[in-house]
């Protein structure tokens, strides 16, 4: 088996999207190739038929490697939706010596903190710890080395249902396609913006077909993300009532738009929304421009409204804006308006011009995460979920 080559596998609502890259050191990973297919089987990001799903991922794999050669290689899948979940949990421990806080140690804290705070049924996909306290004093660093009786921990945590994950790790597996892990988007995502890098606080938003995510990050630390049932999709269908035209042509009608100059509104012009095999879809630019604004509208109000229910107690200084939807300026607008801050579309500056979509940006995330835990990391989630967990938190620090 070629330990240096991985698969990033990015199931998404409108397609899943593969990297298959070549591990050059652990910070470093060179995409050689990408596939794309259109996905089956996942609506919204909850999955209606595990089998199709499946064979989706597998064609999307075979347009990268020949299927002879897939067995062996280490896939990476990274999922939105899905009943993805994040909370924080406490956890504390004596250390093992008083003399010295270790490794072993923030391991054992990062467990109890775990183990007190995911209810069963639940899987942690990603466990980051947020602050540690020795003796109840705060600590502006990982306390290894640190002499101690108390050893505390708050740690942020993303979690999906067990059964689900089982799920999707079994039907893929089925096609022979080897899962050495699977990662939540948003967060992967987030890293590969090296959004909490720096210390201004922000919010990365990654609107796609079918699911937004969204994850919140200040002084380096991501501390909160969700996966919300928003996205493209919901244009488009408003697009195929209003025009009565096919999805697939209300896709390209809205790709159309997004390229137009807003400042034909208000000016009376008729576009030429015709297909093949259509002759009377002359629509006006005001009237395609109402059906898709206010549904702009709506999405980014709702993701303020959920922003805001989470009561954060210190104001944003940025959006990151990434995902397919941001190729239609009417969203960086409604954000910008909405929660008054500056939003940047971005890509992840380390990706090859030719990649560098922001489309892909989850897709990249998938391939740095593996690119750190690929040597380490074995599929573990049914047998002995605590050993792929400490061997993260090992990588961690
Ligand atoms: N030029 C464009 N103009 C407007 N919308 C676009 C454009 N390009 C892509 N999109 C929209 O972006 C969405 C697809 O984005 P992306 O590839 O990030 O989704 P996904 O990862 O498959 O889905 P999800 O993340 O929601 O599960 C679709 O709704 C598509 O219509
Ligand atoms: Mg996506």
């Given at each position: 088996m070629d330990k240096r080559h991985i698969l990033g596998i990015d199931v998404?609502?409108?397609?899943?999207?593969?990297?298959?890259?070549?591990?050059?050191?652990?910070?470093?990973?060179?995409?050689?190739?990408?596939?794309?297919?259109?996905?089956?089987?996942?609506?919204?990001?909850?999955?209606?038929?595990?089998?199709?799903?499946?064979?989706?991922?597998?064609?999307?794999?075979?347009?990268?490697?020949a299927a002879d050669q897939i067995a062996g290689i280490n896939a990476y899948l990274g999922i939105g939706g899905m009943g993805l979940n994040s909370l924080h949990c406490a956890g504390s421990v004596a250390p093992l010596s008083p003399k010295a806080i270790t490794?072993?140690?923030?391991?054992?804290?990062?467990?109890?903190?775990?183990?007190?705070?995911?209810?069963?049924?639940?899987?942690?996909?990603?466990?980051?710890?947020?602050?540690?306290?020795?003796?109840?004093?705060?600590?502006?660093?990982?306390?290894?080395?640190?002499?101690?009786?108390?050893?505390?921990?708050?740690?942020?945590?993303?979690?999906?249902?067990?059964?689900?994950l089982n799920e999707l790790i079994e039907a893929v597996q089925k096609t022979g396609i080897h899962v050495a892990g699977v990662v939540a988007n948003s967060i992967v995502g987030t890293q590969a913006l090296q959004a909490h890098d720096g210390g201004t606080r922000g919010i990365v938003v990654d609107i796609g077909a079918g699911i937004t995510e969204i994850a919140l990050y200040q002084e380096g630390v991501i501390y909160y993300s969700a996966s919300l049932p928003l996205g493209g999709n919901y244009i488009t269908r408003d697009i195929v009532k209003a025009l009565e035209i096919s999805e697939q042509h209300a896709e390209g009608v809205k790709r159309y738009y997004s390229?137009?100059?807003?400042?034909?509104?208000?000016?009376?012009?008729?576009?030429?929304?015709?297909?093949?095999?259509?002759?009377?879809?002359?629509?006006?630019?005001?009237?395609?421009?109402?059906?898709?604004?206010?549904?702009?509208?709506?999405?980014?109000?709702?993701?303020?409204?959920?922003?805001?229910?989470?009561?954060?107690?210190?104001?944003?200084?940025?959006?990151?804006?990434?995902g397919g939807c941001s190729a239609l300026p009417s969203f960086s607008i409604a954000l910008e308006k909405c929660f008054g801050v500056q939003v940047k579309i971005k890509v992840p500056d380390q990706l090859l011009a030719e990649y560098a979509y922001p489309s892909n940006t989850a897709c990249y995330g998938i391939m740095l995460h593996a690119a750190h835990h690929s040597a380490r990391m074995e599929l573990e989630f049914s047998t002995n979920p605590w050993s792929t967990f400490f061997k993260k938190i090992r990588k961690f620090f």
């Open positions: 998404g609502t409108a397609a899943v999207k593969v990297f298959s890259g070549t591990m050059a050191d652990e910070n470093d990973i060179i995409i050689n190739s990408i596939g794309l297919m259109p996905t089956r089987g996942l609506d919204k990001g909850v999955i209606s038929d595990c089998n199709a799903l499946s064979a989706s991922i597998r064609q999307a794999v075979n347009c990268v490697i490794s072993e140690d923030i391991d054992r804290v990062c467990r109890s903190a775990v183990l007190a705070g995911v209810p069963t049924g639940l899987a942690a996909l990603h466990v980051l710890p947020l602050c540690f306290w020795v003796d109840k004093e705060r600590q502006t660093v990982i306390p290894i080395g640190k002499k101690g009786a108390c050893l505390e921990v708050e740690v942020f945590i993303v979690t999906v249902p067990q059964a689900s390229r137009l100059d807003r400042a034909l509104r208000g000016q009376a012009v008729m576009l030429d929304c015709n297909d093949y095999g259509t002759i009377d879809k002359q629509v006006s630019y005001d009237f395609l421009s109402n059906v898709i604004e206010s549904r702009v509208e709506e999405i980014v109000f709702f993701l303020q409204e959920y922003v805001k229910g989470l009561k954060v107690d210190h104001p944003i200084d940025e959006i990151l804006f990434t």
